[in-house]
Nanobody, 119 residues
Framework: QVQVVESGGGLVQPGESLTVSCAAS????????IAWFRRAPGKEREPVIC????????WYLEAVRGRFTLSSDDAKTTVFLQMNRLKREDTGVYTC????????????WGQGIQVTVSS
């Protein structure tokens, strides 16, 4: 069964860093892609970034490019979204999803985790 689970959210101050993880079960990045989405307060959910394999990365959100990085473990079952120089507007619920490909169909969604950037 294809499943993903997020971890690592929390409260940080502006300018700080935070890493959130998405752990996959039932597949690896060689099989399917993992995409990150976020929903800011009062806004629609938006795609942030996606990875397939270890180096095929698709950026969706220009506002975070250059501040966020995406990587995976050697087993290709956990994806790490490292968020640097965080801003208040990065606050939101971050959710990962398993997809057939970065532009493909969603197979499974995580429950979402809260990231709050506030002083």
């Amino acid at each position: 069964q294809v499943q993903v689970v997020e971890s690592g959210g929390g409260l940080v101050q502006p300018g700080e860093s935070l890493t959130v993880s998405c752990a996959a079960s039932g597949f690896t990045l060689d099989d399917y892609a993992i995409a990150w989405f976020r929903r800011a307060p009062g806004k629609e959910r938006e795609p942030v970034i996606c990875i397939k394999g270890t180096s095929d990365i698709t950026w969706y959100l220009e506002a975070v490019r250059g501040r966020f990085t995406l990587s995976s473990d050697d087993a290709k079952t956990t994806v790490f979204l490292q968020m640097n120089r965080l801003k208040r507007e990065d606050t939101g619920v971050y959710t990962c999803a398993a997809r057939t490909a970065c532009g493909g169909i969603a197979l499974s969604w995580g429950q979402g985790i809260q990231v709050t950037v506030s002083s």
